[in-house]
């Protein structure tokens, strides 16, 4: 697929055969120029897919596979050596593009879920210049550049996947807010693959787009309203499921638990609460849907490295 027929599945003007399958493509761009994709595949059959040689491409990519183990390979324009990738469910990996040619194998009635990243290699560059020093830089592209590096999604990465999927509901604000996502993800998954987080504990399931929907208004509810009451027996009897797949599915996708989540949106309003200068620890720990103060004074110390009394203090 060339970039000119990828521009015209994302605008709509252009759709994949029904007697094909099914092939989803939304995009959302920075101001930047750096490329957000939200892909869902289902092929009737078997179904090889092939990226062309774009002649005078150079940019880095980063893919997050979410629901199926899949193989690929990464064909080289000058040597035209392959490399062969085998990306797991639950991981992500980055690259650099420059005049390749890719291949990779759809199973037949398989729903394949991908989010991507792409942005021109002196973007990339330019972000990286701005943080690290000539040396670090400099070991950070050739680990980059040499070959593809894969670290696992981590459950921040799925935040933060989720919040760019979202960003539209920050109205007039929703370009910058934007732009802040993708380069915290770059830097994320920047930190998975120099510190080494593997996904040995990640099994695969397979999601439908009902459930997806589901379980990311949940998602957001906790976001925009995390000192309400997230009882689990409740919540899934709102939600029309049992409580084992909504814990099942929450997990799969954002990577905790459905408690976990809560609890740290919660801590993060309540921090949210002391640097907008509230001082009351009672009333933060309340408003942020803590009934016991020394439950919340505990879970608040072990993610903040201190106690909300010494928190609040330094910043007055």
Known sequence: ????????????????????????????????DILYYDWNLSFKNDMSAERDNDKGSDEVQIIFNLNQDIEWKKISSQTKKEEPVVMKRGEACIYRYREESASMLYKGGVLFKFKSLQMPTDRFEQLLEDYFSEDQLRSIKKSIYSKVQKTAITPEMYRTLSEIDSAERYSEFSGIFLEGKMIELTGLVLYGIFHKKDNSDQSPLILDKRDTAIIEKLREDIQLKPNEDYNLDTVAEKLGMSKSKLSKLFKSI????????????????AEGLFRSGCKNVTEVAVNSGYNNLSHFAKAFARKYGTTPKK??????
């Open 311 to 316: 928190y609040s203090m330094m910043n007055q």
């Open 254 to 269: 954002y990577g905790m638990p459905v408690h976990s989540y809560v609890q740290d949106q919660r801590l993060e309003y």
């Open 1 to 32: 697929m060339t970039k000119e027929e990828l521009s015209e599945y994302t605008k709509g003007r252009k759709n994949l055969p029904a007697k094909y399958g099914v092939l989803e493509i939304s995009e959302k761009k920075s101001k930047s």
